[in-house]
């Protein structure tokens, strides 16, 4: 089987995600939209892979927003379309966090900017705790989606929707994918003057992230299970 990574800066990786697909028998294929030394200007060309042969398509998180057309505007329109097709002939999609919006915006809902941040490790409310658990999860975001028709809304905080359904796709607000190498490089590129800014601690953060190392890849593992044996294995 193969599955289709969209890791769009060099910054995020699929982690213990991808670890467990690879476990489920997939072979990933990593494309990068934005490469390192455009992170600062990633309005950069990009064409993505056509669907056809795909068994599995993930998108993951990004530190720009969907409706940012000075920073995406030149490559989301693609990714847009490319989740859209996949949707349509029934080619499961997980998105998180941006991966998520982006979804989201493809199947006919919004994204806008949510009442205030989500910043470090998070407890969420859940209908479907075999499904979604209730975390803590890792979350870091300024943006909040408003769902497309037809999806049913899993997960939750104050805040915004932290899961969502849609056919055999999937979308998740938080970062599954989280390790304490991905929070460090969140904290390098700028991510430490924007804690402060917030009130966050950085080091406080990343220390918890140390911490739930082994609880956050066995969460993560039993999401990957969940996805692909209740939502992606759903028939269509």
């Not at 995600?17 to 494309?31: F, N, P, T």
């Not at 990343?206 to 209740?230: P, Q």
Request: aromatic share 8%; with cysteine.
């Amino acid at each position: 089987m193969r599955a289709l990574v969209i890791q769009h800066d060099h910054v995020t990786d699929i982690g213990p995600v991808g670890a467990r697909l690879v476990e489920r028998g997939y072979r990933l294929s990593v494309v990068t939209v934005v490469p390192e030394h455009r992170h600062h200007a990633p309005d950069v060309a990009f064409d993505f892979p056509a669907v056809d042969g795909w068994d599995l398509i993930v998108s993951l998180g990004a530190p720009w927003s969907v409706y940012d057309e000075p920073a995406v505007g030149s490559w989301i329109g693609g990714e847009l379309a490319l989740l859209r097709k996949a949707h349509r002939l029934g080619v499961p999609v997980f998105g998180v966090c941006f991966g998520a919006q982006a979804l989201t915006t493809a199947l006919g809902g919004s994204v806008e900017a949510s009442p205030h941040p989500e910043i470090g490790w998070v407890e969420i409310d859940t209908d479907d705790p075999a499904l979604i658990g209730p975390g803590p999860w890792f979350q870091w975001h300024y943006d909040r989606c408003h769902l497309p028709p037809g999806a049913a809304g899993v997960a939750r905080t104050s805040v915004c929707t932290q899961a969502f359904r849609l056919g055999r796709s999937l979308g998740v607000q938080f970062h599954p994918e989280m390790t304490t190498t991905t929070v460090r490089r969140y904290l390098e590129l700028g991510g430490t003057e924007e804690c402060v800014r917030l009130g966050v601690d950085p080091e406080a953060l990343l220390a918890r992230t140390r911490e739930l190392g082994s609880m956050a890849r066995a969460n993560a593992r039993h999401l990957v299970d969940a996805f692909l044996d209740r939502v992606a294995g759903a028939a269509g």
